[in-house]
C-alpha cells in the first residue's frame, strides 16, 4: 500500500501571508528589527522561520531566551490569520484521490497544535490517517524522528513512501529514510528531488 505524507504551510494550505506577517510583526515589536515581507518569505522558505529568526538573533545575550520571547508573539499574530488561510488549488481533488487510490495519507509538520483545528476548519481532517508535529515532542525535519514514527507505528514501506513539501527541508526529510520525494515548486531549483511539480494536480500522473 503506498503512504503519502504531506507538509501543511505552502503544500496544503495557502498560510504563509499570516506566517511572514507574524514573523515580521513579532521582530519589530521585540528586537526593533525591519524587514521586508519579502526578505522574510524568502529566508524562511530556505528553511524553516525557527531557523532564520534563530540566526537573527544569534548575537542576543540569550538566544534561546530571545527565540522564546519571540516566538510569544509571533503565535499570537499568526492565529490572528487562521481564518484567512485558504487551500492550494487543486489539493482537495488530489487528497481524494489518493484516498481512492486507498493511499494511506498524514500530515507531518513543524507547526503547533493549531493543526487540528486549521485541518477541521479547512474541511480536510478526515483524509488523513494521523497529524504529527513538531509539538507532540518529535524532533524537528529534516531530522527523520517522525517519519520513522509512521514507519514503524504503520509498517510503511520505504520504496511505497512518497513525502510531498515545498521547501528543501521536507525533500532531505524525505530522503532521510528512503522516500520517494515531490517538492511543490514552480521554480527552477534542484534540491535533489525524485520530482517537481508546479500544480498539485500533477502528482496524480507520478503517484
Known amino acids: 500500500m503506498k503512504s503519502i505524507v504531506w507538509d501543511f504551510d505552502d503544500t496544503i494550505a ?7 506577517s507574524a514573523t515580521q510583526k513579532s521582530l519589530r515589536e521585540n528586537f526593533g528589527i525591519s524587514l521586508s515581507k519579502d526578505t522574510i518569505f524568502k529566508e524562511a ?3 524553516s522561520v525557527r531557523k532564520f529568526v ?13 527565540v522564546k520571547v519571540f516566538y510569544a508573539s509571533y503565535f499570537r499574530y499568526e492565529k490572528e490569520y487562521h481564518d484567512k ?3 492550494i488549488p487543486h489539493i482537495k481533488n488530489v487528497l481524494q484521490y489518493c484516498d481512492e487510490q486507498h493511499c494511506m495519507q498524514f500530515i507531518v509538520t513543524h507547526r503547533d497544535q493549531s493543526i487540528f483545528p486549521l485541518a477541521k476548519s479547512l474541511g480536510i481532517e478526515h483524509y488523513f490517517k494521523e497529524v504529527i508535529s513538531v509539538a507532540d515532542g518529535f524532533k524537528r525535519k529534516p531530522d527523520p524522528d ?5 514507519i514503524n507505528k504503520y509498517d510503511l514501506k520505504k520504496e511505497d ?3 510531498v513539501g515545498d521547501r528543501k527541508i521536507d ?4 530522503q532521510s529514510v528512503g522516500a520517494n520525494t515531490i517538492l511543490l515548486n514552480s521554480e527552477s531549483v534542484d534540491f535533489g528531488e525524485d520530482y517537481r511539480v508546479s500544480d498539485l494536480l500533477e502528482i496524480e500522473k507520478i503517484i
Do not use: C, H, R
Open 171 to 174: 525533500i532531505d526529510f524525505g
Open 85 to 87: 488561510i485558504t487551500l
Open 54 to 66: 534563530t540566526e537573527l538573533l544569534k548575537d542576543q545575550d540569550d538566544v534561546a531566551q530571545a
Open 146 to 150: 517522525m517519519l520513522k514514527y509512521l
Open 45 to 47: 522558505k530556505k528553511t
Open 161 to 163: 513512501l512518497w513525502v
Open 14 to 20: 495557502n498560510s504563509y501571508p499570516g506566517i511572514v
